[in-house]
């Protein structure tokens, strides 16, 4: 049995429909609440749902564990209870290492590239704590993802109990089918398709940062099939640990982006150019770019979906579809 924390969640619940697909027997923890995320594992139920306040109990009851990919998380990048998300993103994971340390048990964890603040000590996923140490997260969430990594940073240079497979990745910006309940957190590939479908055209931030044109702010975006690539690929290969990006390796422009979702929906390219919210001045990563070199180096061989094609999937299989869930 493989446990998926967060399984119901975006990232989760793609990867959850991938190891049914597999015949892999699944538990869940995560909470459906009453905005539909159910629909999430309509197609592929799990054997078991947990409540994420009973995890450490049904992990006290010895289930028998293959891996454990833990992706719960308060993953709201505008997040201001710190008590909260430190206690989930934190001390839930250090319960959950722990554990798997003391079981011999496989783990996958999610962290962020929102670790790398606005990337000026770039983007290198070293695990050493002496380059994790100068990285300097622009928000809340960003920062408790930090804080465990450092937290298994200094666990391995101290040579303490570790899983017997840890991996850790930095999610870049992942789009695609099953993120529909995350509210102001959805991808910018669906708000925008929901602006150009309505009629209306694409708004995009103007930008604040000196020498970056409005809509040439750069992410790296990466299409949710090639992130559950990786993780599989990680299952398949218990003898890989460390800290890995997870990005395609290639920032893309915010008009790229969104020219996209307007050629894939069939209409014509219009850009508005509206204000950033106040509450975002400050904490908005203007360019993100994985490096790719350590996840390479590490026998991952797959190819990345250029983000076009990515988008087309997007939006054609799916949020053009009357079911557009995995």
């Known amino acids: 049995m493989i446990l998926v924390t967060g399984g119901a969640g975006f990232i989760g619940s793609n990867l959850h429909a991938a190891l049914v697909a597999r015949g892999v027997e699944t538990a869940v923890a995560d909470r459906l609440g009453r905005d539909g995320k159910w629909r999430n594992l309509a197609k592929h139920p799990p054997a078991q749902l947990i409540p994420p306040d009973d ?15 833990h992706f719960g998380a308060i993953s709201d ?45 770039g983007f290198d996923d070293d695990v050493a704590p002496a380059a994790l140490e100068k990285l300097r997260p622009l928000n809340l969430y960003g920062w408790t993802k930090h804080a465990f990594d450092l937290r298994v940073a200094r666990a391995i240079a101290e040579r303490r109990p570790h899983p ?89 422009t915010y008009v790229d982006l969104t020219n996209a979702v307007c050629d894939a929906a069939g209409v014509a390219r219009q850009i508005e150019f509206v204000d950033m919210p106040d509450a975002l001045r400050g904490q908005y990563q203007s360019f993100t770019e994985a490096s790719i070199t350590r996840l390479r180096t590490a026998g991952f061989a797959g190819q990345f979906t250029p983000l076009e094609e990515g988008v087309r999937r997007y939006v054609q299989d799916y949020l053009k579809q009357s079911d557009p869930f995995v």
């Open 164 to 252: 017997p497979q840890w991996v850790g990745l930095k999610f870049f910006n992942v789009f695609g089918p099953n993120e529909y309940h995350k509210g102001r957190m959805i991808s910018v590939v669906k708000v925008k398709y929901d602006e150009v479908a309505a009629g209306g055209a694409a708004r995009l931030f103007r930008s604040t940062t000196p020498g970056v044109a409005d809509g040439g702010q750069r992410r790296d975006f990466i299409w949710i099939g090639d992130v559950v690539d990786v993780l599989l690929w990680l299952l398949d290969s218990p003898g890989v640990t460390g800290l890995f990006n997870v990005g395609t390796g290639w920032a893309r």
């Open 55 to 69: 995890i450490e109990a049904f992990l006290d009851s010895r289930p028998p564990l293959e891996m454990i990919y």
């Open 77 to 121: 990048t505008t997040a201001t209870d710190g008590d909260v998300a430190w206690a989930t993103n934190v001390e839930l994971s250090r319960t959950v290492w722990h554990w798997c340390a003391n079981h011999g048990v496989r783990l996958v964890y999610a962290s962020s590239a929102a670790t790398y603040g606005d990337g000026s000590a």
